[in-house]
Nanobody, 125 residues
C-alpha cells in the first residue's frame, strides 16, 4: 500500500522541542521534494519547511527564525522536522507532503501529490 504517515506531535511547553517524522511506504521518498505544512484552527494551510529530492536544498518560512530544521534519511525512507524553541503560535496540525513539481512551486500546497494524515502539535504558554 502506498502511504505517507506523519507522527511525533504532542503537547509541549513553550521553549520545548519536538521532532516530527514523515515515513513513506510503498514508494521511495528520495524521488520527491518534501514539504511540511501546518494548519491552525480557522486558518489555511501554510508552508513551513521544504527539502528537495537531492537533499541539497532546503527552504524555510521566514517566521521560523531558524528554529526548525528539515532533514531526510533515505535509508529509512523518512523525512524529519526538528522543531526547537517552540512557541504557542506554532500550535497546529502538521502535514507532510510529496511533490515532483519544479522546485519553484514547492511552497504551493496544491502541487502536492500525496499527504500524510497530519499530527497535532500543541504548545502551551
Amino acid at each position: 500500500e502506498v502511504q505517507l504517515q506523519a507522527f511525533g506531535g504532542g503537547l509541549v511547553q513553550a521553549g520545548g522541542f519536538l521532532r516530527l517524522s514523515c515515513a513513506a511506504s510503498g514508494f521511495t521518498l528520495d524521488d520527491y521534494h518534501i514539504g511540511w505544512f501546518r494548519q491552525a484552527p480557522g486558518k489555511g494551510r501554510e508552508g513551513v519547511a521544504f527539502i528537495d529530492d537531492s537533499s541539497l536544498v532546503n527552504y524555510y518560512a521566514n517566521f521560523l527564525e531558524g528554529r526548525f530544521t528539515i532533514s531526510r534519511d533515505n535509508a529509512k525512507n523518512t523525512v524529519y522536522l526538528q522543531m526547537n524553541n517552540l512557541k504557542p503560535e506554532d500550535t497546529a496540525v502538521y502535514y507532510c507532503g510529496v511533490t515532483k513539481a519544479p522546485w519553484r512551486y514547492v511552497r504551493i500546497a496544491s502541487r502536492y501529490a500525496m499527504w500524510g494524515q497530519g499530527t497535532q502539535v500543541t504548545v502551551s504558554s
